[in-house]
Structure formats: C-alpha cells, structure tokens
C-alpha cells in the first residue's frame, strides 16, 4: 500500500510513497493514461526504466523511448536542456503528454524546466530515485537548471500532476548518496523537533539500508517539506528555514571548486549554524548535531579552504536581499530544536569564527 501526502499549493497535488510500487496503476489513478515519455539518467536508465514503462503501458500509456542524459550536475544545463526539448518535439510528444522524470534531483530539476517550458507547459510526473530527491527536490516545485556562473540560476517553479517514490529503488543507492540524502532528512528533523527529531535515532538502520526505517524517514521527511512548502510557496517567509546549514553550505561547496559534496558541505554548515545559534541564543545544540552527522555517514568538518572564498560564494548567495550590507550575512538559525529563525544578520566576524570552526586544521 503506498502511503499519501498531500501537498496543499495552490494546485494540490500527491506524493505517494512505497516499497514496490504497481506505478502504472499507482500514475493512472490520478492521471489518465495518454501519451508519455520518460527523462531520466544514464545510471538510472539501465535499472529502472525498462519496467516503469513496461507498467505504464500496461496500464494503457503510449510511451516513447527513454531519453537518457549522462548521471551527474553537468546535465542540468542550458545545453542539456535544448537536447532534451528537441528530442520530445521529435518524438512529438503532445501538449496534453506528460514527461515523467525517473532519476535523482538533476533529472527532477532539468525535468521538471522542461515540462514547464515545452511547449509553454506538459505534464509532469516526479519520480524520485534517489534519498535526496525523495526527501527533498521532487517536492516544493522548484525546478531549474544550472549556469556557468552559478548554480540554479535559470528556473521556474512548477507543480506536478503527481509524485511517486518507489522506496526500492534506493537499495541500488551508493551509500555516499544515501548519507546525502540524509543530510537533508537530519536538517529536517532538527527543524521539526518532536516525533521526527526522535525518529532519527534510526538514520543508522537507513543507512544499512533496512527498508523500515528508509520508509520512515523519508515519510516524515516529505510531510515536513510538504507542510513548510504549503505555508509558504514562493518562499516569500518561512519556507527559507529549509536553508539550514546551506549559507555557510554552499559557501563552502564552491570555495572547495565542488570537490566537497552538497551533504557534506550542508552537515558542516549546520555545525557552523549551531555555534552561530548557540552564541546568540545560548542554547548548545552542537552535540546533537554532532551525534546525527556521524550516524548519516557525514563529516562534522571538512577540509580546509580559504575563508575568503567562502564568504565570496556567501556573498553571491541569491538569498541575500538588496539593502544587506556587504559584511552582512542571512542566517537560519535554531532558537531551540524545532524552533527555527530565519532571515538573521550575523555579522562577517561571527560567521568567519564559524565557518573556522568547521575547518580541518
Ligand atoms: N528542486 C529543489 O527543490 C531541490 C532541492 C534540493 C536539491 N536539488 C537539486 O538536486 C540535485 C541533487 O540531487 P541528487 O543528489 O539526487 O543528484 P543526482 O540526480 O545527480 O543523483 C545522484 C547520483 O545517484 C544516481 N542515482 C539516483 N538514483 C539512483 C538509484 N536508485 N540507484 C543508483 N543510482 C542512483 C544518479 O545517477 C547520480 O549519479 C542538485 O542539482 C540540486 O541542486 C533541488
Ligand atoms: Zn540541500
């Protein structure tokens, strides 16, 4: 049986979770069965598209050959991108057809800008391949693609006619990108507190891949974004709590030129948030932290870069507002477990003895 959440937009739409999916039957129940195709990447591909179309077409979809772009960051690109509409004008795949996008958050992404962009507007399908994109990118509808310059700086926001996670596709899942994943779902649970921040205790059992605790997981996780999304669509306010740890993150991404993974830069970040946090708030939150990154197979410290980089990233962040000053950054920080603050100024000399302290030395 798969599990449902519903996400309130101003469009809702579903996002059903389970561990063997009859997806055809799971899409066809919500989205009448017509013209498809499938996007997805070249690891992916060879394991799973083969049956979600075998099932979609079962249950009376016309679906033409996957398109495949290469696995990785670089297929969310302009260039990419242009590939992927020629090839469905090609295929001739109709207004009314739906693009279903079988991978992990690239595919979700560059997908998810094509179906909003082809055509001015398809159908779109999410399905979530890996922990990250299950928990995370496939639902709140940003989708988009990257630039040389920076990344996600062209998109759109788009809202799926369905999502649907096969839970058995992440027992292909390296565990590199489980423990990614498992940044956001720690981020989460920090954010939520209560039932979800206990549940974590089992992030080791996801991590060995026990299906139970994967289920759980990522239900709570996609409950929790669901319910920040709903409030806050256009990320207006709230929704920018789900930044926590990705400030000092992504600044740290790009001064290590994208050698540092996303979950390792963003586990580093919310330690250097919670010192942040506990220095203007006076609540130490770092052992919790701490214990929840070692267990999600993530690092607490990462190695060292010129600081000065990092804050040059920082200060190219798009969630920086027009009247900051220069030496001022946005943080989210935590009041307390579950009780996050956005939008606050931290001044270069406080953030600099962060991002220090996150530093290998
Ligand atoms: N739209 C949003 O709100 C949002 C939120 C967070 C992240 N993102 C974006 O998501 C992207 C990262 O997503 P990601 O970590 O899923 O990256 P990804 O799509 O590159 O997937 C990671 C790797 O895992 C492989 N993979 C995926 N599913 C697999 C499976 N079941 N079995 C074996 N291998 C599998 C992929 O081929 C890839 O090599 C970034 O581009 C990021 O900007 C978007
Ligand atoms: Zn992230």
């Not at 309130?8 to 989205?31: H, N």
């Not at 999410?126 to 299950?134: H, K, N, T, Y």
């Amino acid at each position: 049986m798969a599990e449902r959440v519903t996400v309130q937009v101003s469009e809702p739409y579903d996002v059903l979770l389970g561990a063997g999916l009859d997806l055809g039957e799971t899409v066809s129940g919500r989205v009448p069965p017509g013209e498809g195709a499938i996007l997805t990447d070249s690891t992916v591909g060879p394991l799973y598209a083969g049956e979600v179309r075998r099932s979609l077409e079962a249950a009376g979809w016309r679906v033409a050959d996957p398109i495949e772009v290469p696995a990785g960051e670089s297929s969310k690109s302009l260039g990419v991108y242009a590939g992927v509409v020629s090839e469905l004008s090609r295929s001739g795949l109709p207004r009314d057809g739906t693009l279903f996008a079988l991978g992990g958050g690239v595919v979700g992404d560059l997908g998810g800008f094509v179906a909003a962009t082809y055509l001015r507007g398809v159908g779109f399908v999410g399905l979530p391949s890996s922990l990250l994109a299950m928990v995370d990118s496939s639902v709140g509808g940003k989708v988009g693609v990257d630039l040389p310059e920076g990344k996600n700086l062209v998109g759109s926001f788009l809202r799926p006619r369905l999502v649907a996670a096969d839970t058995r596709w992440l027992g292909s899942l390296p565990g590199s990108e489980v423990s990614a994943g498992l940044a956001e779902v720690v981020k989460m649970g920090l954010l939520a507190d209560g039932g979800f921040l206990r549940e974590l205790g089992r992030v080791v059992e996801a991590r060995s891949g026990e299906e139970a605790a994967l289920q759980s997981l990522v239900s709570r996780s996609v409950r929790f974004k669901a319910g920040v999304v709903a409030g806050d669509e256009y990320e207006g306010g709230r929704r920018a709590i789900l930044n926590y740890g990705h400030t000092v993150g992504h600044g740290l991404e790009a001064a290590a030129g994208y050698l540092l993974s996303h979950g390792e830069a963003v586990a580093a970040g919310m330690v250097a948030a919670a010192r942040v946090s506990s220095e203007v708030f006076g609540t130490d939150l770092s052992e919790t932290h701490e214990e929840l990154l070692v267990a999600a197979g993530l690092p607490r410290k990462v190695p060292a870069v010129e600081v000065g980089k990092v804050f040059a990233a920082m200060r190219r962040d798009k969630k920086r507002r027009s009247g900051d000053a220069p030496g001022d950054y946005r943080f989210v920080l935590l009041e307390d477990l579950g009780e996050p603050v956005w939008g606050v100024r931290v001044a270069e000399d406080q953030a600099a003895r962060a991002v220090e302290g996150v530093l290998e030395r």
